[in-house]
């Protein structure tokens, strides 16, 4: 069991980075307008998203490199290799600094719901007292740079997520009909920009760099 659990690391530290508020704000905001109606749009971003993550994991088990470094070492030409990885780091930064911010505006949310707004005026600026607690803990648990420590940590917090889903699904019993009928994709007349966001929050670019990274680095040991 423990080298399972060993063995599971990379899989739980990749899936926590995918389950945050954010991604289950997306979600409950299209249950909430469109009911069933796209689960079609969800099934299909998860199915390419084991796929993308799978040959993630594959290379980062083969190769003993992350994706950047792969990608650097197959593009040939130093100006488009340069050009390649300027463009990856943005899209990496600009993307997890908007995917985090999504996150910790989530957890204030729910803090907020639970216990009492954070919120703190100081003259003209307004200071949100959660933010700056939860970004103060994200900094710390990054700053030990355990990796056991971390791997823990998000083994817990995925099961709790975990169980909290199957209870909910549990105690809200849905329709299953009508569970089934969201399965066949409908008239597109659901929103758009809600079907992207379901394939966005989905189907994240830096998490196929992070497993690609955590294989290489773990399952190596």
């Known amino acids: 069991m423990k080298n399972f659990l060993k063995n599971l690391g990379p899989g739980i530290l990749v899936s926590a980075a995918f389950i945050g508020p954010g991604t289950v704000t997306v979600c409950s905001i299209a249950g909430v307008n469109f ?11 998860i199915i390419a998203c084991i796929i993308l ?22 593009i040939k030409s130093p100006v488009f290799r340069i050009l390649a ?24 949310l729910g803090l907020e719901g639970v216990f009492f707004s954070g919120a703190l005026n100081l003259g003209g600026l307004s200071i949100n007292l959660w933010s700056v607690l939860i970004g103060l803990i994200a900094f710390i648990l990054l700053a030990m740079g355990s990796y056991k ?3 823990k940590i998000f083994i817990g917090l995925v099961g709790l997520m975990s169980v909290a889903f199957i209870v909910t699904a549990f105690l809200t019993r849905p329709d299953l009909s009508e569970i089934f009928k969201g399965f066949i994709p409908g008239t597109f007349n ?3 920009l809600t079907i992207i966001a379901l394939v966005g929050t989905t189907i994240v670019p830096y998490n196929l760099f992070l497993h690609a990274s955590l294989v290489s680095e ?3 040991e």
């Open 53 to 74: 993550q799978e040959m993630s994991a594959r290379l980062g088990l083969i190769s003993g490199k992350g994706l950047s470094e792969c990608i650097r070492d197959e």
């Open 85 to 108: 990885l300027i463009l990856i780091f943005s899209a990496i930064v600009i993307g997890n600094a908007a995917y985090e911010a999504g996150n910790i505006t989530g957890a204030v």
């Open 190 to 192: 659901a929103g758009l």
């Open 149 to 151: 420590r971390l791997e």
């Open 218 to 220: 773990k399952w190596t």
């Open 35 to 45: 009911g069933y109606a796209l689960l079609w749009a969800l099934f299909v971003s």
